[in-house]
């Protein structure tokens, strides 16, 4: 019955592989309705200096850019970015692109393991679709006879059968599935995929490696023991988003943590702070860049 434990284990091994001592946190105090109406700016407030950042020069005369220096050569830089009738997911792209170039190992890791998460996920798929259409086709009565000849042969294997109302599991060996509601896991070996409501969980404990997908695309994480990249993006029609890539040992750029915090209306202009630092605990560079967008455009 130790696969009832493969949800924790997901969850650690992300931990693990994002929350080691370089770690940097990203969490959020409001979003959606709940979140405070932006502001429509045309120039920017660029303080000489906002928590550990200190601003290099003057602001730009057009209010548009400004440039921070942050401790252990971080470097933030603050932009107003008009969408010129674009979309926003293309412009924030656009920073994501540049930000990755930045980390190149980390980036062609990334994808890799980009391409190992999709052919998993439709292998999880297409097993998911066969045990269902092998459990519908097996009948109530097969299930009855199935279930008796399995508790004999429990007692001499590692197996086990609990079936109740809403709830359904079945281990064997190192296989499990577990139907609960509003979650299934299924387990072979050192995987395991796991779906909670709106959240997929897939975790591959051979190449620590773990995938997390929201159904509304507000949350996605890909991390493994060299790297991790997240992406959040607050729902409601205003732009609140988020972007971080860390990198185990530092690039040949010499950066080992690259972001962005963005914030705006969904018209534009967007408030966009972009991140690039040599530790990979940069928290306080990352909440200092924050405080920038949020003393722009708000909350």
Known sequence: MH????????????????????????????????????????????????????????????????????????????????LNGGSVQDALKRFEDRLSADLPEALAEARANEDRARAEAVRAEADAARAEAEAEHAGADAERAAAKAEAAADAATDSAHVSAP????????????????????????????????????????????????????????DANDNTARIRTSAPGEAVRATFLMTADQSSTTGWRVVGYEARGPSGGPIVVATVRGKDRNENRVFEAAKALVTLNVGD
């Open 166 to 221: 809403g709830v359904r599991i079945d281990a064997h060996g190192d296989k499990a599935t577990v139907h609960l509601p509003g979650m299934r896991i299924d387990a072979d070996g050192d995987r395991a995929n796991i779906k909670i409501g709106g959240i997929t969980i897939r975790a591959d404990d051979k190449n620590s490696q773990v995938n997390v997908r929201s159904t509304d695309e507000v949350v996605s994480i």
């Open 3 to 82: 696969h009832l434990l493969w949800p924790v284990c997901a969850l650690a091994l992300m931990t693990a592989a994002c929350d080691n001592a370089g770690t940097v946190r990203i969490t959020s105090t409001s979003s959606g309705k709940d979140a405070g109406v932006l502001k429509v700016v045309d120039a920017l407030q660029c303080p000489q200096t906002q928590g550990v950042l200190t601003r290099k020069g003057s602001a730009q005369a057009d209010g548009t850019t400004c440039v921070y220096s942050g401790p252990r050569g971080s470097e933030v830089t603050l932009q107003l970015v008009s």
